[in-house]
């Protein structure tokens, strides 16, 4: 018997819809539905609401249905398209790196607005996408970016990302746990580093678990401060005098990871709340003087 094969934009979107089969809301459902037809067809959602009619071959629709497997296998749909929109720019992604977050962009909106019109020299550590320092240094000109990730596959990718948006970063494969950080002093470092505590698992979805990379994720209990110690201790030598940290971190440990920067020199430590009202950036100065008077943030 020959296939029936949707022939309108509408119909479409309803095999898609009737294809889905996740424990999502509606209107998530919908939202994947658009992302699917806009990237396999090239029809956008209001074409799909006009409705116009289509001819699917039969090599589209064989496309479409494994789409449609991989999502209903939690596959995030960044993945299965390939790209996420990060600060109003299209980042590369796949399974090796973290889908950027809306608090890293609360992360990088903060830092544009404190460094705007300066000629800083910046380090991202774990870069997962690149799609910090790539957006930091098409927002801040003249900014010299670097950036470092312990993974050749994340570096690969974040390299086209850079090339993607036509700006130089410099890439270094570097595991910070056991290597120091060439190319300072830096005017900032930033890093959104592993936050999520191991027993945090059991509370997170399996598109998260079962496909995004757990070492850009995951933290031991035991010591869930590990990779903010470090990038800390390493911070002391790579900042200038004067340079900035910045951290995203998990909502539980802000209060922590301050006393720690505080215990380790570093001045006007505070902490700023994302749009759920969480504790989410945590971020300080270094000064070589210990009685110098801190500036403000
Ligand atoms: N915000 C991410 C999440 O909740 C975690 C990012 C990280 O561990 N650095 O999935």
Redesign the pocket.
């Known amino acids: 018997m020959p296939e029936i094969l949707p022939d309108s934009s509408k119909k479409l979107f309803q095999y898609i819809i009737n294809g889905i089969d996740i424990n999502e809301p509606e209107a998530e459902v919908s939202s994947i539905a658009y992302r699917v037809i806009d990237h396999l067809f090239h029809i956008d959602k209001a074409e799909v609401i006009v409705d116009r009619s289509l001819n699917i071959t039969t090599k589209e629709k064989k496309n479409l249905d494994q789409f449609i497997m991989r999502i209903n296998d939690h596959e995030p749909i960044q993945y299965i398209v390939g790209e996420t929109e990060f600060y109003g720019r299209k980042f590369e992604v796949n399974s090796s790196v ?1 889908i950027p ?1 809306p ?2 962009e609360e992360l990088i909106a903060l830092i544009i607005k404190e460094n705007r019109d300066k000629k800083i020299k910046f380090l991202d550590i ?1 870069t997962g996408s690149g799609c910090i320092p790539v957006t930091l240094a098409r927002e801040l000109r003249d900014s010299k970016a670097y950036a470092i990730d312990i993974d050749p596959r994340v570096i690969k990718t974040a390299r086209s990302n850079a090339a993607r948006h036509e700006v130089d970063v410099e890439f270094l494969l570097i595991d910070i746990l056991t290597e120091s950080i060439p190319g300072g002093p830096f005017d900032l470092i930033v890093s ?5 505590l191991e027993s945090e698992r059991e509370h ?1 979805k399996a598109n ?1 678990l079962d496909h ?1 990379p757990a070492t ?4 031991s209990d035991k010591d869930p401060f590990l990779f903010y110690r470090r990038i800390c201790e390493l911070s002391q030598q790579a900042l200038r005098d004067g340079g900035r940290l910045y951290f ?1 971190v ?1 909502e539980k440990y802000a209060e922590d990871i301050k006393a720690m920067m505080e215990v380790l020199d570093f001045h006007s430590v505070d902490i700023t709340q994302d749009l759920n009202g969480k504790n989410r950036i945590v971020r300080g100065l270094w000064t070589n003087d210990l009685f110098a008077k801190p500036e403000r943030l």
């Open positions: 973290l977050r608090e890293t774990g959104n580093p592993p936050y999520v997170m998260v995004e850009a994720l995951f933290v995203e998990n």
